[in-house]
T-cell receptor
């Protein structure tokens, strides 16, 4: 089925560990983005990409890295996990940026840092 | 900081009633989108309204946009238990920014 696929669905990390959250889409969308969702705070933009080879920071980029080597994939790397990064992470894609089209979201990765 | 703020934070209604949620935002926008999130799931795009539009319909959904007041409303008519979810507005300047959402509970 076409859409946005996120892996893993659940992850527990120890403080200081690193990991990569995977995101892949098969809709040939140029625009991809990562959000984190915390209770009562809606979704906050971490990083986004308007196309392969192009990334930019969102509202809360500290502690996260991204790269976009292909149109399909947009992994999010946690460099040294901290308890404050405990959250649900969503990847989203769109045909174009600028909100001209609706965004398609993945089902999320629930991350706990202990 | 969040661009959109939804009101009310929570809403509980009986099946068959209409539900109205409001969204206010701070800066100029290109368009505004509404999303639904069922518990533990990703967000689903409901409807997009452009900054030069005032009203838009999609099935049981009606969205209005007042750019002079920097506000939008989402009306769900004849609500169903399956409409129970969180609803978010999202606005675009050059990035999609979400509000904190309205939790809607439809009682059967």
């Amino acid at each position: 089925n076409a859409g946005v696929t996120q892996t893993p669905k659940f992850q527990v990390l120890k403080t200081g560990q690193s990991m990569t959250l995977q995101c892949a889409q098969d809709m040939n969308h140029e625009y991809m983005s990562w959000y984190r969702q915390d209770p009562g705070m809606g979704l906050r933009l971490i990083h986004y990409s308007v196309g392969a080879g192009i990334t930019d920071q969102g509202e809360v980029p500290n502690g996260y890295n991204v790269s976009r080597s292909t149109t399909e994939d947009f992994p999010l790397r946690l460099l040294s996990a901290a308890p404050s990064q405990t959250s649900v992470y969503f990847c989203a894609s769109s045909y174009q940026g600028q909100g001209a089209f609706g965004y398609t979201f993945g089902s999320g990765t629930r991350l706990t840092v202990v | 900081s969040q661009q959109g703020e939804e009101d009310p934070q929570a809403l509980s209604i009986q099946e068959g009633e209409n539900a109205t949620m409001n969204c206010s935002y701070k800066t100029s926008i290109n368009n505004l989108q509404w999303y639904r999130q069922n518990s533990g799931r990703g967000l689903v795009h409901l409807i997009l309204i452009r900054s030069n539009e005032r009203e838009k319909h999609s099935g049981r959904l009606r969205v209005t946009l007042d750019t002079s007041k920097k506000s939008s409303s989402l009306l769900i008519t004849a609500s169903r238990a399956a409409d129970t979810a969180s609803y978010f507005c999202a606005t675009i300047g050059n990035k999609l920014v979400f509000g904190a959402g309205t939790i809607l509970r439809v009682k059967s």
